[in-house]
């Protein structure tokens, strides 16, 4: 069976300089400019909330440099959740990409993040408001993989999918920069 690989991560801070940051972090390496700007990408925005805990979003996007000028600069016109994330002064991006990601793919796992969020105590408020939950798709046998390197078999691991691995991955990160989980 073939290794699928890790995904891609990068924090920004979720401002109206947000795609120049993202450009930064990239820096030239042509695979992270691949599948964090060429490829479908899933999103996580989030900002502290005084009282305690953090609001979030989970999106994905084909296109993740229009989807933040979106976010940052129609989105607070029209609904007041954006108002407040594209005001606050410590809201953050991650931006998660992946060689195997493509639409149906990122729909799946920005559904499963949303599930996994509303189960997270820090989260306070989830500001999606949609379920992406998808059928049978190309890369939907991509889900069924083996984790060689947490010394599991795919027989051991029927039935859990690759998307656990993004989120086992992006939960680690989110961890490492403070996100309290």
């Keep these: ?19 120049g940051k993202l450009e930064d972090a990239i820096d030239g390496d042509k695979l992270k400019r691949k ?38 600069n129609e989105d607070p016109k029209v609904r007041d959740d954006w108002r407040e994330l594209s005001k606050s002064k410590d809201a953050h991006m991650f931006v998660i990409g992946h060689d195997h990601f493509n639409k149906s793919l990122t ?3 920005e559904n499963q993040m949303m599930l996994f969020m509303l189960g997270v105590p820090s989260v306070k408020k989830l500001n999606n408001r949609r379920e992406n939950e998808q059928n049978e798709y190309y890369t939907s046998k991509e889900k ?4 060689p390197e ?32």
Excluded: W
């Design 1 to 19: 069976m073939s290794d699928i690989g890790y995904p891609i991560i990068e924090r920004i801070k979720y401002d109206p300089q947000a795609t």
């Design 35 to 72: 599948l964090l700007m060429d490829y479908p990408t899933v999103y996580v925005i989030y900002s502290p909330i005084k009282s305690g805990g953090y609001k979030v979003y989970v999106g994905e996007t084909n296109d993740i440099e229009r989807r933040t000028e979106q976010h940052l």
């Design 107 to 109: 729909l799946d796992i």
């Design 144 to 147: 069924i993989k083996s984790f």
């Design 150 to 181: 947490f010394g599991v078999s795919s027989a051991d691991l029927t039935g859990i999918c690759f998307l656990l691995r993004a989120l086992f991955v992006t939960l680690r990160f989110l961890r490492r920069h403070h996100f309290t989980i």
